[in-house]
Structures are given as C-alpha cells and as structure tokens.
C-alpha cells in the first residue's frame, strides 16, 4: 500500500482511473478502424481497447497514480480481450501506474490461491517463473471468509503486492446483505475489522506503517459508513469508487480520508473514459478530455480535502 501511497504523494492526486472500456462506446474512427483491419471480430473489439486504453494511460499517466482495469470489460471480449487485460496493465505499469485489477475474486483455499497468482504472482512452468498478469493489488469478495483470503495474502507478501476486499459497496442494494447486523455490527463493519486482522497478520502481527496490505472497499454513495469505517480503522486504507458516474462527490468521499488527507483513493471509471461525450468535444479528443476531466476531479478532491485536513 505504501508504493500506491507514495504514487499518490508524487502526483498530489487520489485518484484511480478506471480502465471500464466498453467497444459499443469508445469512439467511432478507433471501432471502425480496428473493424476495417479485422472485421467484426472479437480481436477487432480487443484491439481498439487496447488502443484506446493506451492513448488514455499516454493522456494520465502524469495526473492519475493508479488505474484499475475491471476485468469483466475485457472478459467480455472472450481471448483477445484477456490479452488486451494484460497488455493494458503491462503498459500502464511501464508508465510508472500502479495497477489495481478489478475482478472481485473470492473462493475456497486453493483456488484462491490460483487466482491470486494470477493476477498478482507467479506460475511455474517447467521451473520457469512467469507473470501472468502482473497487477499490483486486486479487488477481492470475501464472503468465503478466512481460508479464502489468506492465500491470497501469502502471495502479496512473496511479490510485494496488496488486494482491496469488499465492505461497502456502491451499488443501491448494497445494504441488503452489508449492512444486516451480526452481533449487532453491520455485515460492512466485519469485514473492515476482519481487514485490520488480515493486515496485522501479514505483517506477521508486526505494525507494518500507517496503513496495512488488506484494503477496504467503501463507496462513495454511503458517505456516513464511510465516516464511521473511517473512525474504526485507523489502518485501514480505503478504494472508493462511486465518484462521477454513480453520483457521489468530493464532499462524499472526503470522509474517507484521515487527518493528513491520506488513507484512500477515489475511483472514477466512465466520467473520465466517455469524458468527450459530455464535452461535447471532437472525438478524436477524447484522450484531452479525458485528462481535463482527470484534472477537475483533482482540483475537485484536493479543494475538499484542504478543508477536511482542518
Ligand atoms: O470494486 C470496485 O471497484 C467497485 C466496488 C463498488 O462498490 N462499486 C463499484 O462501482 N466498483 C467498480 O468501480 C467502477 C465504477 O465505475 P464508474 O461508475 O463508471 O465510475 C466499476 O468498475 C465498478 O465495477
């Protein structure tokens, strides 16, 4: 967590980008050029992606500390869109990005650990050592509980990396499960508690810093629980998507950070992708507006934050 924070720190920005590229809505000249070199195909799909994904990485990477691909756009292109996923980390990692893929995973003890090799280790081929992937962090569900967590852990403490596991999502039914009350402690609550123990435990009970391996993600829709995650977890750092798209503001989000302004980073996916379409701009701009839309987010965030910080 202290790589991304000190990436945060260098561009005085926490922001993530989210790399949520959908084909139908990228811009027209890049679809139609990737279908007049390879027809309606999923690799024509995959690679205006990952051209587009490209030029917005080019347009951030001096703005934004982070991106997070979400695994489901690229998933949704079947092969070539897996590799378009691995070529659009391998990029914004080469731009000095912190990666955080986005693919939510959650399963028993081994395949746990299968998935976060995957994503964040290494896989043996023949005594060759390979990366897959290669992220730096990885969202993960953590409704199996303990057993499908701590593989995941042995794994960001042999690479260096950290998962974000999900608390209190952004989504309108959220509270239908996250906030029942277990031993009158909302379900969201738990699992925040259970992240400081992950964290505590992969430091091996050690303090490792201000803020420890396992994250917490919390929306940007619910800023009171976010306020009161905030307050309960002095070590818990936080991802808080729910920014632009879904609604929420800096005023929203600002509960999430601490006293230093420090503590999370605010996801925007869409707002900043498709940010030529509410500009009104030429498409063939969309990376500019990307990056002006990037920019008044920051202003946005650190405006509020100087506030908070008082
Ligand atoms: O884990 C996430 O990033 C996530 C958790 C959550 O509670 N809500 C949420 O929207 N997300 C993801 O954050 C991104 C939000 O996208 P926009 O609404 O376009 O900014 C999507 O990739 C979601 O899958």
Known sequence: ?????????????PTVAGLDPDFAKLPAFLREQAVARRGKTLEA??????????????????????????????????????????ETIAYAREKGLFVITDAKRGDIGSTMAAYARAHLGTVEIEGA??????ADALTVNAYLGSDGVLPALEVCKAHGKCIFVLGKTSNPSSGEIQDKLVDGEPVYSL??????????????????????TVGLVAGATYPAQLAELRQNLPHTFFLVPGYGAQGGGARDVAPAFDENGDGAIVNSSRAILYAWRKE????????????RE???MKEDLNAVLADHSK
């Open 1 to 13: 967590m202290d790589t991304l924070r000190k990436k945060i720190a260098a561009r005085q920005n």
């Open 45 to 86: 799909a995959a690679d205006a992606v990952l051209a587009f994904n490209r030029a917005i990485i080019d347009a951030l990477c001096d703005v934004v500390p982070a991106v997070k691909p979400q695994a489901a756009y690229y998933e949704l292109l079947g092969w070539p869109g897996v590799r378009a996923l691995a």
């Open 129 to 134: 050592e390979i990366t897959p992937f290669g």
């Open 191 to 212: 699992l925040g508690h259970l992240c400081a123990h992950w964290s505590g435990m992969a430091a091996g009970g050690e303090p490792s810093g201000r803020y420890g």
């Open 280 to 291: 009104g701009c030429n498409e063939r701009d969309f990376a500019g507006a990307a990056r």
């Open 294 to 296: 990037a920019l008044r």
